[in-house]
């Protein structure tokens, strides 16, 4: 759970009536959360940051006038606070609600159906108060992966990497879009083998692997069942009804699993960490980057029991800090670092000692 220590106001945009009074209901039953106010445009948004000072806002992406998307710039312009993106992601919503983590969105959520609404009403509440709480921040990286993945190319990476047989495991949740866009960028052609769960809307995955592929040098593709892991490769878990696991060893390879969440989660990190510390032991790299809830956090304590090297995504430069915050507390992590020191940790990790060490 995260500690309440500010109260949350929320500043509710959307130009549909029933949907402002459906988030209100949901916000007035969260303990921590008051809506301050709630506005049907841009227009009326601007005025209502300005007198009652919110520090959350929720924003549909389709409004009349100024669309939620532009506005969004402005607002992480003038008034940077955390915003959450709300819209129906059709196959067009998809690619607008990416663009909104691009410009620096906390995060994108579907509008409820009748069948999740409950669900949808425990997530929203939980981020706007981790939001307000401190523990969540508005996105840095991700508007500059052109030209982050473009100095990597040109500045790192010339000789063949000398891999020394381990591999990365990683996870990442709220936020994770944008940590994943500025990280993997940095891993050379020749990277390690690294399998990744990312709890992500299904809808996102094809604008994110889009952008992976563009500007990533490794090879990125979707976890499949039995698929090896091969230097040069990474794999993404994000299948929403398949757990991932590291199966064997040697030649390890990715196992789906179609069964029950784990602690809530599916894909769980948490199940990914514990199978790789059961196969690899010392052999692996694990990492938990930005995150909400504590998925992650068991199977993170014991890669660090097995001798593996274990990383957290620092405080500062996380999204959502609370699942690295959980591992830290856990006394799970050997190292702390900023999202920027990540990729080159993991590749001295995989890196035989004698190059390690130089």
Request: hydrophobic letters at 45%.
């Amino acid at each position: 759970m995260i500690s309440v220590r500010t109260r949350a106001r929320v500043l509710v945009v959307d130009d549909s009536l029933t949907m402002r009074a459906f988030f209100g209901s949901i916000f007035d039953r969260a303990p921590g959360v008051e809506v301050v106010g709630t506005a049907a445009s841009a227009e009326e948004a601007r005025q209502m940051i300005a007198r009652l000072r919110p520090n959350v806002m929720t924003l549909d992406i389709e409004m009349p006038g100024m669309n939620g998307l532009d506005y969004l710039e402005e607002v992480m312009r003038d008034r940077p606070m955390p915003v959450i993106m709300l819209s129906s992601l059709t196959q067009k919503g998809a690619e607008a609600s990416f663009q909104a983590l691009e410009r620096g969105a906390l995060d994108c959520f579907p509008k409820p159906t009748s069948e999740n609404r409950e669900e949808f009403a425990q997530r929203l509440s939980t981020l706007v108060v981790a939001a307000a709480n401190g523990s969540a921040r508005s996105a840095r990286y991700a508007r500059d992966v052109p030209a982050r993945a473009g100095a990597h190319h040109h500045h790192q990476h010339h000789s063949a990497f000398d891999w020394n047989g381990r591999i990365g495991v990683m996870s990442a949740s709220t936020g994770g879009v944008d940590a994943l866009l500025h990280l993997l960028p940095g891993l050379p052609a020749d990277t390690p083998p690294v399998v990744i769960s990312l709890r992500i809307e299904p809808e996102l995955v094809p604008p994110l692997m889009q952008r992976l592929k563009t500007h990533c040098q490794a090879r990125v593709v979707l976890a499949e069942d039995g698929r090896p892991l091969r230097q040069g490769e990474i794999q993404i878990a994000c299948d929403p009804a398949m757990h991932a696991v590291i199966d064997r060893w040697p030649d390890p390879s990715v196992k789906l699993l179609r069964t029950d969440p784990v602690n809530g989660a599916r894909p769980s990190a948490s199940l990914l960490f514990a199978t790789a510390a059961r196969t690899a032991g010392a052999n692996t790299v694990g990492v938990i980057l930005t995150g909400i809830g504590t998925d992650g956090v068991a199977g993170m304590k014991a890669l660090h029991a097995s001798g593996a090297l274990t990383i957290a995504q620092d405080s500062p430069s996380c999204l959502v800090d609370q699942a690295p915050a959980a591992a830290r507390e856990a006394g799970a992590i050997t190292r702390d670092l900023p999202l920027d020191a990540i990729a080159a940790a993991l590749l001295d990790g995989c890196r035989a000692a004698a190059h390690a060490a130089a």
